[in-house]
């Protein structure tokens, strides 16, 4: 497939641009000096972007082979298709809810915000907010899609126009799925793929940090589409959801201990097995090595290559080896495996085994298996 690929640095700490000025040269790279938020982002890269379809793409996922293939096939199959957008699993292999969502009245803000949608995670009225009713594994027409991956016809954005920058973070892909919609679109969540999208990695979920951000978002969502009485009882159940949501989480960390990312002794003696070649799995030693961890590693999992080297078991028989030999971890190799079966298999791993992938030719170990908190890595840069 003939595509582009545009990235917009919205200022990173982590040293980024020099460790990707010498990678990639056929990535467009933009390095702004300030954080432009989001929106303004995405919509610098849609200047730039000279394609039929638009992929707007968070830079924390993955995606697997035929993803893009596979999204356009079902565009251009369904009339009247203004965005699609993907079903989500977290680093773990769990559903991202947010794959789907309704509009956010009121009255679903504020189900979503004071947790009773925890409680009835199925029902058509507390758990309208991401739709908990609709089956993850089915394409549905939905109202919202999450902006962390939204594909479009181009077309669709010149009619519609792109994100709104007033809103710096959360709230720009609930408007634009709103202005798709009020210009006689539709939106698909779309089943017949999945991504990884790792979390944790910006603001926690459970803070009131994210309470007000996510309430800001909604407010000038509200103001800019309903105005009048609707915003005045918007504003008036969302400050019982933050008073609720806020005291909720100031008794849950009195009552939970705190959890943050694993240090080098944190992975100590853990039951590992590394599933990919006999190549990939020295490389992943050596990355261990390097970085001082110190997993037991049992051995390799056989993909369905002939070599024998340090085989504990066959990828086909991953389940049982798992249970056999009571393995905390598995680390994916991506070469031998696709992302897309690498993908597929998360969602299958018992959610008590920590997920760890290795890509080729990436010299990285990266894995996040606990949306509350930041994911970690391992990355040797040769440069």
């Known amino acids: 497939m003939e595509g582009e690929i545009i990235v917009i640095d919205n200022n990173s700490t982590d040293d980024s641009f020099s460790f990707f000025q010498n990678r990639f040269p056929g990535v467009h790279f933009t ?18 972007a000279k394609g039929e379809y638009i992929l707007f793409l968070n830079p924390d996922t993955i995606v697997a082979e035929d993803c893009f293939e596979k999204c356009i096939d079902f565009i251009n199959s369904n009339k009247n298709i203004g965005a699609l ?25 504020f189900y979503k915000l004071s947790g009773l949608v925890k409680i009835f995670p199925h029902s058509k009225t507390f758990a309208k907010y991401h739709l908990g009713y609709l089956s993850e594994n089915e394409n549905h027409e939905v109202d919202v899609l999450a902006g962390a991956f939204m594909m479009f016809p181009k077309k669709i954005l010149d009619t519609v126009g792109s994100f709104d920058e007033d809103f710096f973070m959360y709230g720009e892909d609930i408007d634009l799925s709103f202005r798709i919609q009020k210009a006689g679109f539709k939106n698909y969540y779309f089943a017949g793929s999945s991504i990884i999208h790792f979390k944790g990695e910006s603001t926690k979920k459970e803070s009131l940090t994210y309470v007000k951000m996510f309430y800001k ?104 080896v798992l249970r056999l030999h009571s393995i905390k971890e598995i680390i994916f190799c991506e070469g031998i495996l696709s992302f897309k079966k690498i993908i597929e ?33 391992i990355l040797k840069n040769d440069n």
């Open 31 to 48: 390095w702004n000096n300030t954080n432009f938020g989001f929106a303004k982002a995405n919509n610098q890269a849609l200047k730039m």
């Open 85 to 109: 957008g993907i079903k989500m699993l977290d680093g773990a292999g769990n559903f991202l809810k947010e794959s789907k969502r309704a509009f956010p009245s009121p009255l679903t803000s």
């Open 217 to 320: 978002a909604m407010s000038t969502f509200v103001k800019k589409h309903y105005g009048g009485s609707r915003s005045g009882l918007f504003n008036f159940f969302i400050h019982i959801s933050i008073f609720l949501r806020g005291s909720f989480s100031a008794i849950t960390r009195l009552l939970k201990r705190k959890t943050g990312e694993r240090d080098k002794e944190g992975y100590e003696n853990i039951p590992t097995v590394i599933a990919g070649s006999t190549r990939e799995y020295r490389e992943v030693e050596n990355l261990l090595e390097y970085a001082g961890r110190k997993e037991n590693i049992l051995g390799r999992i056989k993909i369905d290559e002939a070599e024998s080297d340090n085989v504990i078991g066959s990828f086909d028989n991953l389940e049982n």
């Open 345 to 377: 298999t998360t969602a299958k791993i018992p959610k008590d085994i920590s997920i760890q992938l290795f890509s080729n030719g990436s010299h990285a170990i990266i894995g996040s298996n606990d949306k509350k908190v930041a994911g970690n890595f």
